[in-house]
């Protein structure tokens, strides 16, 4: 795995803050409700809500959604402290599962699948500036509360450049932690039943009158989009919920590619397009099985 160098990680955290966004009261996003949604199939059912969840080894988050943002606040680790605003997409995978995301303008973004029927959290973080399809973290945490008014919310403002790589200097000096990117993080349950229910199966689906074809090959996932030379990526793979499966490859170089499979209802989310946009697209699978052209 490529190490993170401190001026390539701060580039790439500093994105998400957003210091000049008018502020809001907590009254005030607690009871907001948005003329427009240009947020995903999911966000009103997070809409003036909060949630809070820990991550094993990484920190916690406590989130408020409301005007087609997301306010964030870290606890422990290297958000400790930090507060950020963010834009999000998030879809509504299946009852009690969602898939959320925002990116960053230098590069990167944060991926992250939340099934409250089981209480758990899985993401996927892309770390900038990666050339190599190893720069991939996967992590995973519990759901502590919400979506509910009731939960912990994130008091404080959006920080600025200098605060924000102020604070993650000091946590990193507070918690003795290694630089993103540099943890070895073990396989769990979860990504070891997706790649071995996965394996050796074919899904398929058309984007703008283009077929794109996922195999899972046990550690590589191959990608093949029609017309187009097959690429083989490292394979990172999580189950959420039954029939559903987080899948990430390094296909694009800025963001990187996020798709939730829902083999119950037979639908893919994904939230980047192919040139880059980052909206939320729901996509019918073709064929999904072992053998097919």
Request: proline fraction near 4%.
């Amino acid at each position: 795995m490529k190490f993170i160098t401190p001026s390539i990680l701060l580039l790439f955290l500093l994105q998400s803050c957003s210091p000049s966004e008018e502020t809001w009261t907590k009254e005030e996003i607690l009871n907001n409700v948005s003329e427009h949604n240009y947020s995903g199939t999911g966000y009103r059912d997070f809409e003036g809500k909060v949630i809070n969840y820990d991550y094993v080894d990484f920190g916690s988050f406590r989130l408020a959604v409301y005007d087609n943002k997301i306010k964030w606040k870290g606890y422990g680790g290297y958000f400790d402290g930090i507060v950020a605003l963010v834009e999000p997409q998030i879809s509504k995978v299946s009852e009690g599962v969602y898939f959320m995301s925002w990116v960053f303008e230098s590069g990167g973004g944060d991926n992250v699948c939340v099934n409250f029927n089981t209480k758990k959290v899985y993401a996927h973080l892309h770390q900038p500036e990666s050339d190599m399809p190893e720069d991939f973290e996967l992590i995973y945490g519990e759901i502590t509360c919400g979506p509910s008014k009731d939960c912990a919310f994130p008091d404080g403002e959006p920080m600025g450049q200098l605060s924000t790589i102020w604070s993650i200097f000091k946590n990193i000096m507070k918690y003795d932690l290694p630089f993103l990117g540099e943890t070895e993080r073990p396989l769990i349950q979860e990504n070891k039943l997706a790649q071995k229910e996965l394996t050796g199966k074919k899904i398929k689906y058309t984007i703008d009158n283009t077929s794109i074809t996922i195999e899972i090959k046990n550690e590589v996932t191959q990608v093949t989009y029609q017309g187009e030379e097959t690429q083989n990526f490292l394979t990172y793979v999580t189950k959420v919920g039954p029939g559903i499966y987080f899948i990430s490859w390094m296909g694009n170089r800025k963001a990187s590619d996020h798709i939730v499979f829902n083999q119950n209802e037979m639908i893919v989310f994904d939230h980047i397009s192919r040139n880059g946009e980052h909206r939320e697209s729901v996509y019918d699978v073709d064929c999904f099985g072992e053998n097919y052209n």
